[in-house]
């Protein structure tokens, strides 16, 4: 199994563009997650889906961010527009079932807004 | 609100040399507490789930036990390898701490 993929791996921006990062979950998983990793505030969960639906978004920090999850196989968190301060690594996750709290991290997007 | 608070915020041990780690938690309901492991430039990697007071989880050199207020992250005799960053998280949405950051010089 290929694990969890995270594209782009690393991407520079300038304040107020539009990003989009994206996940493949592990095939099968019906639990997708979305956190975000800093220095200062470690990783924090944005946003889980079960079975493709949204179940908390109240770690989302603001309007700008927003997250997708069209099918099984294939979810966005996209910012617009972006900030400095949103600057970190952008975790997703899967799991098959969540109630074991084993997750399957992907590489991470790591994020730099200029 | 779900909280975990883990310390100490880094460890330094010589290889051979035995410590624990701490993760203190507050949720409403323990639906499980999860230690994760995470190595520099990747995601966590899951080690072990906890459901209850008492109960405890090996693998290798790591040893979970878990209270009612704390969980302790056992090493013992540790090799340079295991030497990265290890997180704990509870609740129904996964909430992580800090983590402890562990070196182990040879």
């Known amino acids: 199994d290929a694990g969890v993929i995270q594209s782009p791996r690393h991407e520079v921006t300038e304040m107020g563009q539009e990003v989009t990062l994206r996940c493949k979950p592990i095939s099968g998983h019906n639990s997708l997650f979305w956190y975000r990793q800093t220095m200062m505030r470690g990783l924090e969960l944005l946003i889980y889906?079960?079975?493709?639906?949204?179940?908390?978004d109240s770690g989302m920090p603001e309007d700008r961010f927003s997250a997708k999850m069209p099918n099984a196989s294939f979810s966005t968190l996209k910012i617009q527009p972006s900030e400095p301060r949103d600057s970190a690594v952008y975790f997703c996750?899967?799991?098959?079932?969540?109630?074991?709290?084993?997750?399957?991290f992907g590489e991470g997007s790591r994020l730099t807004v200029l | 609100e779900d909280q975990v608070t883990q310390s100490p915020e880094a460890l330094r041990l010589q290889e051979g040399e035995s410590s624990s780690l701490n993760c203190s938690y507050t949720?409403?309901?323990?639906?499980?507490l999860f230690w994760y492991r995470q190595d520099p430039g990747k995601g966590p990697e899951f080690l072990f789930t906890?459901?209850?007071a008492g109960e405890e989880k090996e693998k290798e050199r790591l040893k979970a036990t878990l209270t009612k207020k704390e969980s302790f992250l056992h090493i013992t005799a540790p090799k340079p390898e295991d030497s990265a960053t290890y997180l704990c998280?509870?609740?129904?949405?996964?909430?992580f701490g800090k983590g402890t950051r562990l070196h182990i010089l040879p």
């Open positions: 996750a899967s799991s098959l079932q969540k109630n074991t709290g084993e997750l399957f």
């Open positions: 906890l459901y209850s």
């Open positions: 949720v409403s309901g323990l639906r499980g």
């Open positions: 889906f079960n079975n493709n639906v949204p179940i908390d």
């Open positions: 998280a509870v609740g129904d949405k996964i909430i």
